[in-house]
């Protein structure tokens, strides 16, 4: 079964940073994306970034030029490197890792990132 484990979340002051990390393992399909979602109690998870398997990248638009994500294909890692963080970004990110197939579509555990003073 595929395993996600995420990494580095915390808390932080407004204007502080966050690396987050999110390993892949047991991996048997060809991975199309890899991204980082949000959640707010009772509402749906939103999108904070994503990259495809050829680079692509898109982002909320609230973390524009505020977060960059990256990815390690050979580690099967992803990465969201957070600065200028606000306390707006308070919440739950989520990992996600999908293949070409519906079926291939995973999610980690969830990760808190705080900000405050």
């Known amino acids: 079964q595929v395993q996600l484990v995420e990494s580095g979340g915390g808390s932080v002051q407004p204007g502080g940073s966050l690396r987050l990390s999110c390993a892949a393992s047991?991996?048997?399909?060809?991975?199309?994306?890899m991204g980082w979602y949000r959640q707010v109690p009772g509402k749906q998870r939103e999108l904070v970034a994503v990259?495809?398997?050829?680079?692509?990248?898109n982002y909320r638009d609230s973390v524009k030029g505020r977060f960059t994500i990256s990815r390690d294909s050979a580690k099967n890692t992803v990465y969201l490197q957070m600065n200028n963080l606000k306390p707006d970004d308070t919440d739950v990110y989520f990992c996600?890792?999908?293949?070409?197939?519906?079926?291939?579509?995973?999610w980690g555990q969830g990760i808190q990132v705080t900000v405050a003073s």
């Open positions: 047991r991996i048997i399909f060809t991975i199309y994306s």
């Open positions: 990259i495809t398997s050829g680079g692509m990248t």
């Open positions: 996600n890792v999908r293949g070409y197939g519906l079926d291939d579509n995973y």
